[in-house]
């Protein structure tokens, strides 16, 4: 069983394109969470979805994020217009259930670097 | 509102000393409290829970207890290992299931 896949592992955008990270969960993982962890420091809840659907999105800056799961393929977290404070690590992770009850299991992240 | 607090890295020991990472956490509730590791260039990996007080967590030499009394779920290992540098985030879940409240992280270096 494979696990969380992300990619691409490493990305790197000019000021202004557009950035679009794919994560494809565990099979059988109907939960997927999307984190940004900043050099040196510790990990920042971006947003949670299950499929179709998004459950929390608080930890999202409002303007230029987005996240979909769809009903078929991977989680897409896309930023638009990117700045260089969006450089970054983007884990994401997934689960069967809530956290809770199962642990998250982790995908290698996308280095996202804006020049 | 819910947080965790961890000890600041990086903490350096050598091989074969004896390891205390410490986390205090803040929680209404019964939350659930754990330990993850990452490697270098790698995502995180769980690495211990605890669901309710006084259960203690386990895996691979590593311990934690969660006391409620003191709100605290210390990580511990008699004997640390180079393999064992990576950077370990303690994290609780709140009532909701599905937020997990992170740490900051500790980066641990050992020294052969």
């Known amino acids: 069983n494979a696990g969380v896949m992300q990619n691409p592992r490493h990305l790197v955008r000019r000021r202004g394109q557009e950035a679009r990270l794919r994560c494809s969960p565990m099979?059988?993982?109907?939960?997927v969470y999307w984190y940004r962890q900043l050099p040196e420091e510790g990990l920042k809840f971006m947003v949670y979805l299950q499929k179709e659907n998004i459950i929390d999105e608080s930890g999202m800056p409002k303007e230029r994020f987005s996240a979909e799961f769809p009903k078929e393929g991977p989680s897409i977290l896309r930023i638009q217009q990117v700045v260089r404070g969006d450089s970054a690590a983007y884990f994401c992770?997934?689960?069967?259930?809530?956290?809770?009850?199962?642990?998250?299991?982790f995908g290698n992240g996308t280095r996202l670097t804006v020049t | 509102g819910n947080s965790v607090t961890q000890m600041e890295g990086p903490v350096t020991l050598s091989e074969e000393a004896f390891l205390t990472i410490n986390c205090t956490y803040t929680?209404?509730?019964?939350?659930?409290l754990f330990w993850y590791v990452q490697y270098p260039g790698e995502g995180l990996q769980l690495l211990l829970k605890?669901?309710?007080a006084d259960d203690k967590g386990s895996n691979k030499g590593f311990e934690a207890t969660y006391r409620k009394e003191t709100t605290s779920f210390h990580l511990e290992k008699g004997s640390v290992q180079v393999s064992d540098s990576a950077v370990y985030f303690c994290a609780l879940s709140d009532d909701s299931n599905y937020q997990l409240i992170w740490g900051a992280g500790t980066k641990l270096i050992i020294k052969p």
């Open positions: 605890a669901t309710k």
């Open positions: 099979k059988g993982h109907s939960h």
């Open positions: 992770a997934s689960s069967p259930r809530g956290p809770r009850d199962s642990p998250l299991h």
């Open positions: 929680a209404t509730g019964y939350p659930s």
